[in-house]
């Protein structure tokens, strides 16, 4: 089992396999049950879209964290660039996604190889309509297929609610957050089933 993973992982890296392809879905979008939002892996392409969702997402959303101060919110928005966003897409030890309803990007979400989620946003106007739920499933699903049966990530203040009834849990004390708020380690353990969005 443990040689099939890493045959597995290095298959992945060299871009020799797409994740999709794994569960016979090769470049096929997977669609939300009763809505059209579709989540996708991510393009170069995508990246202004994707970059403008993240910052509104933190501006309009995140008021938990930042408290509307002007220079948190700068310093926070300050990592979350167009050149960020785009080599993040680019980075082959980064899996980054996209939530479409149409044209538009209304979410977006990535993984490292080693089962860390470093993004989950979505567009202020697709708030609570199971976007985030969605993108983590997926989040979740990738992290399992390369081998992992874990996810970790650090959650705001916003989300931490969010995370809490996805099944993650908090280890260790809050943290200073970016803002105001604290942040939270927290992780999940992964079970198969998590492959079906
Ligand atoms: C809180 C947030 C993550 C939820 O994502 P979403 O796409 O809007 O919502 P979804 O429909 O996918 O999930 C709904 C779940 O959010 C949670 N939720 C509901 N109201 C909430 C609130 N006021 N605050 C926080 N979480 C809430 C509940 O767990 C709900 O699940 P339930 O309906 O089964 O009870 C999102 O709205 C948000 O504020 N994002 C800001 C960006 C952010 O902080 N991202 C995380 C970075 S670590």
């Given at each position: 089992m443990a040689v099939a993973e890493s045959h597995l992982v290095r298959r992945l890296r060299s871009g020799?396999?797409?994740?999709?392809s794994l569960f016979g879905l090769a470049n096929t979008p997977r669609r939300l049950h009763h809505c059209s939002v579709q989540i996708r892996k991510a393009s170069v392409e995508d990246a202004v879209e994707a970059c403008q969702v993240v910052r509104r997402s933190i501006a309009e959303l995140c008021q938990a964290d930042h408290q509307d101060d002007p220079i948190v919110l700068e310093k926070w928005l300050s990592n979350n660039t167009f050149d960020n966003m785009r080599s993040w897409i680019a980075d082959p030890d980064s899996y980054v996604v996209v939530a479409t309803e149409g044209a538009a990007i209304i979410g977006v979400g990535a993984i490292t190889f080693?089962?860390?989620?470093?993004l989950n946003y979505v567009s202020p106007d697709a708030r609570f309509r199971g976007v985030s739920k969605a993108v983590l499933n997926q989040l979740e699903a990738r992290a399992l297929e390369l081998g992992n049966n874990t996810c970790a990530l650090t959650s705001t203040e916003t989300a931490r609610r969010f995370y809490l009834s996805a099944g993650y849990v908090q280890f260790g004390p809050p943290e200073p957050g970016i803002g105001k708020g604290s942040s939270y380690r927290m992780v999940k353990q992964l079970f198969p089933s998590a492959q079906a969005v």
């Amino acid at each position: 089992m443990a040689v099939a993973e890493s045959h597995l992982v290095r298959r992945l890296r060299s871009g020799s396999v797409e994740p999709y392809s794994l569960f016979g879905l090769a470049n096929t979008p997977r669609r939300l049950h009763h809505c059209s939002v579709q989540i996708r892996k991510a393009s170069v392409e995508d990246a202004v879209e994707a970059c403008q969702v993240v910052r509104r997402s933190i501006a309009e959303l995140c008021q938990a964290d930042h408290q509307d101060d002007p220079i948190v919110l700068e310093k926070w928005l300050s990592n979350n660039t167009f050149d960020n966003m785009r080599s993040w897409i680019a980075d082959p030890d980064s899996y980054v996604v996209v939530a479409t309803e149409g044209a538009a990007i209304i979410g977006v979400g990535a993984i490292t190889f080693s089962g860390e989620i470093t993004l989950n946003y979505v567009s202020p106007d697709a708030r609570f309509r199971g976007v985030s739920k969605a993108v983590l499933n997926q989040l979740e699903a990738r992290a399992l297929e390369l081998g992992n049966n874990t996810c970790a990530l650090t959650s705001t203040e916003t989300a931490r609610r969010f995370y809490l009834s996805a099944g993650y849990v908090q280890f260790g004390p809050p943290e200073p957050g970016i803002g105001k708020g604290s942040s939270y380690r927290m992780v999940k353990q992964l079970f198969p089933s998590a492959q079906a969005v």
